[in-house]
């Protein structure tokens, strides 16, 4: 069975960093490409970054460019998310999701809040 | 980027109905269109991909069509734990790969 599992989030100040992991179990881990996806209170789902399996090749949404970096550690099935200069805007509940294409498995979340 | 529209934002609909949602592409994706189903406080659910192929476990009154720029989902009668958010998703012009804003079934 495919688990995805995330962990790292809470309350932080504008400005703080954070770091989310991902532990993934039930599959071949390095051989997928694996996303951040987001989603703020009440609001629809947007992709954050992606790795692909061997992971020199990342790709960011332009709301994060610069401030995020999405990395993998594929001897431990392991997904993270380096989240710097974090705004108010950033609070969201963060995914962790596999994909073969389409986004076919998602972990539960993580809720990440971004407040003074 | 390519922005996906979906329509209506919101539908009410009785249980035991028929339901078609829509998806339009600002360009065309060819037939790189996934559904997701959001119900309240969980997760986001792969319904179909490729836009008619069934994702594991997804029952039959589930389905999709289309091509290019217009696409759909069919859900043939609406079951009770059918009233959820439904997204579009496009894969085939990425980064980013990009979501509709949803379309929330609610029962009338």
């Known amino acids: 069975e495919v688990q995805l599992v995330e962990s790292g989030g809470g309350l932080i100040q504008p400005g703080g960093s954070l770091r989310l992991s991902c532990a993934a179990s039930?599959?071949?881990?390095?051989?997928?490409?694996m996303n951040w996806v987001r989603q703020a209170p009440g609001q629809g789902l947007e992709w954050v970054a992606y790795?692909?399996?061997?992971?020199?090749?990342?790709f960011y949404a332009d709301s994060v460019q610069g401030r995020f970096t999405i990395s993998r550690d594929n001897a431990n099935s392991l997904l993270h998310l380096q989240m710097n200069t974090l705004r108010a805007d950033d609070t969201a509940v963060y995914y962790c999701v596999r994909e073969g294409g389409a986004f076919d498995y998602w972990g539960q979340g993580t809720l990440v809040t971004v407040s003074s | 980027e390519i922005v996906m529209t979906q329509s209506p934002a919101t539908l009410s609909v009785s249980p035991g109905e028929r339901v078609t949602l829509s998806c339009r592409a600002s360009q065309s994706v060819g037939r790189n269109l996934a559904w997701y189903q959001q119900k309240p406080g969980q997760t986001p659910r792969l319904l179909i991909y490729y836009t008619s192929t069934r994702a594991t476990g997804i029952p039959a009154r589930f389905s999709g069509s289309g091509s290019g720029t217009e696409f759909t989902l069919t859900i043939s009668s609406l079951q009770s734990e059918d009233f959820a958010v439904y997204y579009c998703?496009?894969?085939?012009?990425?980064?980013?790969?990009?979501f509709g804003q949803g379309t929330k079934l609610e029962i009338k």
């Open positions: 039930g599959f071949t881990f390095r051989s997928y490409s």
């Open positions: 998703q496009q894969y085939d012009n990425w980064p980013p790969k990009t």
């Open positions: 790795i692909h399996s061997s992971p020199t090749t990342t």
